[in-house]
Structure formats: structure tokens, C-alpha cells
């Protein structure tokens, strides 16, 4: 039975406890050739904090007599640079941090943290420093630079760890707007104060070296004077598997797994193509070979199939769903509301000359409704977004990377169009009554009634199929029993909307779904909005271009449902067009 750690970043529990670990430590190396204040972006829960406290057990003169237990069987234990086990450590955990309150009650609480974090450096190295240090209780970080200034009287240095650096800000952002953003990070702000302390304290004062980790580079931006000491390797092709999992790794645990539940060679085969199809791994480098999976979602799976010898119900882990204020934040940029409903449709990825290392939130709202660059950084660096391919042009093609990702975004949009209970249950149920017996009249009743009257005469007038397209995937998207597949390539085509059965689900009687949306315009109909309106169902289906319409869905959309039943073994499709 293989442990698996998941939610567990303690790197010493991990090893000597036995559990599932991928080993990263030969990067340690590369990492102290690359400079001695690093920062590193990656999506919430990939694995960074693991890696923040693989450094601090490596590093930590504390430590020093477990680092054969620990790393004599990891690579950088069998090849261990001079530096191991030569640094006092200092982690500073920012999404520790409150978040709401006044300003005064924030800064609070951040000092107290730090000041927490000191206190715990006071006892763990107090038979190496020469006298403890004194914990001030004023709004300042006096306790740090006294702990420097001892430190400096030692015959070690300080290896300062900071995880999660832009969490506590990019929360208060969310929740409090702009203006306790900017009290945060501007140029009196106490997180400008604390930045400028540290690049300070690196002047051959006893800070030695720094290693920071969080998701975007707005804030690191934004306090740009207190933090121009910071080297981003985020982008750099050598440390793109320095957290997650490859692809390769993920099927060697799943075929160990398969073999204990006496799943064999398709029962295998079905469980990877779900974990391709829902957590698809992320690139972040155009050279990048092996896409990266998220670690959280893989250990989340992983462990229910092992456990049950099934998929994990539901497939999303919710601890990875950014809560609404962050979505909100993301649909409030100029352009980024429309450029997710695009992306989420399927068929329109982002281009950009370039991904950008260093911008500010003045200009991300600023510039993005002008350039893409900076919207398409920050989507990327959150995980919204992953890198597909350069294309002729030589730009960076960008999309939605997974179905997590996907489905995300689809519930805030049904949120947003059914914020009542009652509106989202009878969505619920014209839905079943698709899903389980082929019949799709309420749901088109359904938009009609409900959806189309909070669209604005000027909506209506610019709707198009992926309009539609997208109302249709908002309420039909349910991961509990389907793979929903929207402009899935084919050698013949893209379905608009395919909804397939997953296979640990086929024996329920429901169905396996393929839309196809058509638009006609009323310039096409050749008729005034007004003449359209007094037309009833039974007289627009009987209009020649209507029936042409309905006639060439119809025969796209069985093409499709017959390559995807040769695809996905599937063994019966509803074929449908609208």
C-alpha cells in the first residue's frame, strides 16, 4: 500500500515516515548557482511549500545529524553541495497572514507573525547564538534586524524562506479592493518596509541568502524598490519539473495501483485518459517536454483509487476551487471577463509575443483591455492558462489547460446567470430530463424563459451560436457522471458540445450526449426582429432555411458521435441539433 502525503509539505514527515515522495533535490544545486535571492511562481497547492521545507531541512544547522536519514538516498544526498546543514533558518508563512480588519489591525497581525516566526528561532538555535533575541511589540521589525545583527555574530548565516509572498495581499485585494491593496504595497506601506529590511539585512549583514515562493509576480512588482533583489526563475526551462508531477511519474503509481485493484490493461487505459482529460498537466516553457500535473490533484485521485479501487467522486478536489472573490477579481480586469467566456467555449486561444516576469496591478488594469500580455501573464502564472505551442507567427499560444480549470470558471458563469436556488434546481432538472431520457424541449424552454430575458436587447442582437454554445455548457457541465467535451478535435471535425459518459459511470441508464449548435441571423431569415417575434415554433421549423439548418446538424453531429464511439468505446449516443 503506497502512503501518499497529501496536504502534507513537511519534508522531514514525508521521508521518515515513509510516504510517497518524487524526488526533486537534484535541482538544490542549480538553484544555489542561479543566485542567492530566488523567487519561484506556481499555481496554488503545486508543491511549493514541500519544496521550501525541503530546503530548510537540507539547509538547517540543526539538522545536521539527520541528513543521512533524510537525504542519503535522494540525489543531492549521494552528490550534497558544501553548503548543507550551514544556514540558520527563518520561515516567514505569508498566507498566515489576516486579511481582513483595518489597516492597523493587518499590519498587526503581520508583525505578529514575523515576530511569532522569531520566537521559534529564538528557542530552536538558542545554544548557537551568542544571546537571545529581544521580540519588540511596536509596528516595526526591529526583532528582525536584531536577529541579523546576531546572527552576524555567528560563525553561520541566514537562509530566509518565504512562502506564499503575495497570498496575504492578493486576498485583501479580493475582498477589500484596491485602495487596502495599495495601503499594503505602496510606497509608506508596511510590506515595502519589510522588503527593503531584507534586501538591507543581504548586504554582508548576516541575510545570506533568500528563496520566496508564491503565484504571480503583481505584488513582487509593485513593491519593486523594497524587492529588486530577486531573481524570478520561474520561467527558466531547467526548473520546470522543479515542482509536480510528469506524466511518466503519474503512470508508473497508477499502474502500481491498477495491479492491487486487478485492474488490468483497459481498466488502466480508462483511469490515465481521466487523469489526462481532467488534470491535463500544465507547460511552462515553450521547450518543456513532459507536461507538469498539479501534485494536489493527482494525490487526491491517487489516493481514492487506491483505497476504493475507483474514481474519486467528485473528480475536482474542492480544496483547489479559488473561492469567489478571486473570480470575481479575475472577471473585473479590462478584457478578462470576455477572454474567459471565449476560452471556455473551446475554440479560441490566447497569442502573445511574449509571457511577462514583472508587471503591476496599475498596469495589468491599465494596459490588458489594450495588450493581452499582461492578462495572459497573469492568467498563466495562476494556473487559468498553460502554454500549447509557438505558433508561425513565433507567438506563445495559450489556453485553458485541464477540465478542473474548465469547470471552474463554467460554475461561476452559472452563478452568475442563476443566482437562485430555485432557478438553479429547475436548470437541474430540464437538464436530467436530457441526460437520462433524450429530451431536450425544457432546457431549450428553460434558456428561452429564463436565460434570454437578463441579456440586454444589445446581448441578443450580437448572440451567435457560441452564445448559445456556452448557456448550453454552463447548464449541461456535471463531472459527477460525464466528460464534457466542447470542440474536441477530430479527424473529421469539432463537435460543438459532446458530453460522454465517464466509464465508471456506464452502468447508470444515462445517456451519452453530442450538440450541435447552428445560428441564423435574422438578415438570414430576411425578416424584421418584430415579424420573428409573431412567428411560432411550428412556422419557423417549416422556413427552408431552417429545416437546411436543422438537416445539416443532424448529419455533423452523427458523424462526430460515430468517431467518438470509435474513440471512447462508446456504445450508444443521442444525437441532437439545435
Given at each position: 500500500m503506497i502512503k501518499f502525503a497529501y496536504g502534507v509539505s513537511d519534508f522531514h514527515s514525508i521521508i521518515s515516515e515513509n510516504y510517497f515522495y518524487v524526488d526533486r533535490t537534484q535541482y538544490i544545486n542549480n538553484i544555489e548557482e542561479m543566485g542567492k535571492s530566488l523567487l519561484f511562481l506556481r499555481p496554488r497547492r503545486f508543491g511549493k511549500s514541500l519544496w521550501l521545507n525541503t530546503l530548510a531541512n537540507y539547509y538547517d544547522v540543526a539538522k545536521e545529524k539527520d541528513f543521512e536519514k533524510l537525504f542519503g538516498h535522494l540525489a543531492i544526498g549521494k552528490n550534497p553541495t558544501p553548503l548543507h546543514n550551514k544556514?540558520?533558518?527563518?520561515?516567514?508563512?505569508f498566507s498566515?497572514?489576516?486579511?481582513?480588519?483595518?489597516?492597523?489591525?493587518?499590519?498587526?497581525?503581520?508583525?505578529?507573525?514575523?515576530?511569532?516566526?522569531?520566537?521559534?528561532f529564538n528557542i530552536k538555535y538558542s545554544y548557537l547564538l551568542p544571546k537571545q533575541i529581544n521580540i519588540s511589540e511596536s509596528i516595526n521589525i526591529s526583532s528582525f534586524e536584531?536577529?541579523?545583527?546576531?546572527?552576524?555574530?555567528?560563525?553561520?548565516?541566514?537562509?530566509?524562506?518565504i512562502d506564499e509572498y503575495d497570498n496575504f495581499t492578493n486576498e485583501v485585494l479580493a475582498s477589500q479592493g484596491h485602495k487596502r491593496y495599495e495601503e499594503l504595497v505602496g510606497s509608506d506601506s508596511?510590506?515595502?518596509?519589510?522588503?527593503?529590511?531584507?534586501?538591507s539585512a543581504?548586504?554582508?549583514?548576516?541575510?545570506?541568502?533568500?528563496?520566496a515562493t508564491g503565484v504571480t509576480p503583481v505584488v513582487m512588482s509593485?513593491?519593486?524598490?523594497?524587492?529588486n533583489i530577486f531573481t524570478n526563475i520561474s520561467l527558466e526551462l531547467e526548473f520546470t519539473k522543479l515542482c509536480g508531477f510528469t506524466e511518466t511519474e503519474v503512470t508508473e503509481v497508477l499502474s502500481s495501483i491498477c495491479e492491487k485493484c486487478q485492474v488490468y490493461e483497459q481498466g488502466f487505459n480508462e483511469a490515465l485518459n481521466l487523469i489526462r482529460t481532467w488534470y491535463n498537466g500544465y507547460k511552462f516553457h515553450l521547450e518543456q517536454e513532459d507536461k507538469i500535473y498539479n501534485p494536489t490533484l493527482c494525490l487526491y485521485f491517487l489516493r481514492s483509487f487506491q483505497k476504493y479501487c475507483k474514481y474519486p467522486t467528485p473528480i475536482l478536489d474542492t480544496n483547489l476551487s479559488p473561492d469567489e472573490d478571486k473570480l470575481e477579481y479575475i472577471q473585473s480586469i479590462p478584457g478578462g471577463e470576455q477572454l474567459l467566456l471565449d476560452l471556455i467555449q473551446g475554440d479560441v486561444q490566447v497569442s502573445v509575443s511574449q509571457l511577462s516576469d514583472k508587471f503591476g496591478l496599475k498596469v495589468m488594469h491599465s494596459q490588458s483591455a489594450k495588450d493581452r500580455i499582461f492578462l495572459a501573464s497573469f492568467l498563466w502564472y495562476s494556473g487559468v492558462l498553460s502554454i500549447i505551442?509557438?505558433?508561425?507567427?513565433?507567438?506563445?499560444?495559450?489556453?485553458?489547460?485541464?477540465?478542473v480549470i474548465h469547470r471552474l470558471y463554467i460554475e461561476r458563469i452559472k452563478n452568475n446567470l442563476l443566482p437562485s436556488p430555485l432557478s438553479r434546481d429547475d436548470a437541474l432538472d430540464a437538464a436530467e430530463k436530457l441526460c437520462n431520457k433524450g429530451e431536450m424541449g425544457d432546457l431549450c424552454f428553460f434558456i428561452e424563459k429564463s436565460i434570454f430575458p437578463i441579456f440586454s436587447n444589445r446581448d441578443l442582437r450580437h448572440a451567435n451560436e457560441l452564445t448559445i454554445k456556452t448557456l448550453f455548457i454552463a447548464l449541461l457541465f456535471n463531472d459527477n457522471f460525464y466528460l464534457m467535451m466542447s470542440e474536441r478535435e477530430h479527424h473529421k471535425g469539432y463537435p460543438d458540445l459532446a458530453m460522454v459518459v465517464r466509464p465508471d459511470c456506464r452502468k447508470f441508464k444515462i445517456l451519452d450526449i453530442v450538440i450541435e449548435f447552428k445560428h441564423i441571423s435574422i438578415k438570414d431569415l430576411g425578416m424584421t426582429a418584430e415579424t420573428l417575434r409573431q412567428k411560432d415554433e411550428k412556422e419557423l421549423r417549416g422556413l427552408d432555411?431552417?429545416?437546411?439548418?436543422?438537416?445539416?446538424?443532424k448529419i455533423q453531429a452523427l458523424r462526430y458521435a460515430n468517431d467518438l464511439s470509435k474513440e471512447l468505446t462508446i456504445l450508444a449516443s443521442n444525437i441532437f441539433s439545435s
Open positions: 544556514y540558520f533558518i527563518l520561515e516567514w508563512d498566515c497572514f489576516r486579511t481582513y480588519g483595518t489597516l492597523k489591525e493587518i499590519e498587526r497581525s503581520v508583525l505578529e507573525s514575523i515576530n511569532s516566526s522569531i520566537n521559534r536584531e536577529l541579523v545583527a546576531i546572527v552576524g555574530q555567528t560563525q553561520y548565516r541566514l537562509y530566509l524562506l508596511l510590506l515595502k518596509y519589510i522588503f527593503r529590511e531584507v534586501k543581504t548586504r554582508g549583514m548576516g541575510l545570506d541568502r533568500v528563496f509593485d513593491i519593486t524598490s523594497g524587492a505551442k509557438q505558433n508561425e507567427e513565433g507567438k506563445i499560444v495559450l489556453n485553458i489547460p485541464n477540465l432555411i431552417v429545416k437546411q439548418k436543422f438537416s445539416d446538424a
